[in-house]
């Protein structure tokens, strides 16, 4: 059993493709990119949940390991593809939280927020000024026949 082992083993080693298929440098990086896909989808969520001290530790952590995938022999760039993308999803993170904490993004919102809520009362309150004047005048020609 462990000759036919060391054999499959040694026919998939002698193929490159499938060689860098069954690394370590291939399946760390695969594993690894749930990270950059959660940060790029995070970017369309709102930017109030955005933690400023886990995003700057993850763009120093993405940057790192981005240098680090060029240091090892041999080079693995899909370890570096995938920091890469991480690095610039956390810099877009990192601005959307600067900008919306620091730099009046969250008080306009709050503004938007407020008129919103003040048009659909007025258009609520107008609704129900309406409604009461159909029901005040179905009275007035009910009182009339």
Same mark, same amino acid.
């Given at each position: 059993? =462990? ?7 040694? #026919?998939? !080693?002698? +193929? ?5 298929? *069954? ?5 760390? $990086? ?13 970017? #369309? #969520?709102? $930017? ?9 530790? /993850? ?7 981005? !240098? ?6 041999? #080079?693995?760039? /899909?370890?570096?593809? *995938? ?5 610039? =999803? +956390? ?14 993004? !969250? ?8 008129? /919103?809520? /003040? ?7 107008? +609704? ?5 004047? +159909?029901?005040?005048?179905? =009275? ?6």
């Amino acid at each position: 059993m =462990a000759a036919a082992i060391s054999a499959i083993n040694a #026919k998939i !080693r002698s +193929q490159p493709v499938l060689n860098y298929v *069954c690394s370590t440098h291939f399946w760390g $990086p695969v594993s690894n990119f749930g990270i950059p896909v959660a940060a790029v989808m995070d970017t #369309k #969520k709102d $930017p109030e949940i955005i933690s400023g001290t886990m995003t700057g530790a /993850l763009t120093l952590y993405s940057a790192t390991f981005m !240098r680090y995938a060029l240091a090892v022999t041999p #080079k693995n760039y /899909l370890l570096f593809a *995938c920091h890469f993308v991480n690095t610039g =999803a +956390q810099i877009t993170q990192g601005w959307r939280y600067t900008q919306y904490w620091h730099m009046g993004g !969250r008080a306009k919102a709050l503004e938007e927020k407020a008129k /919103l809520g /003040l048009n659909e009362a007025k258009t609520e309150a107008e +609704q129900i000024i309406s409604d009461g004047k +159909q029901i005040v005048n179905d =009275a007035k020609d009910k009182v009339k026949n």
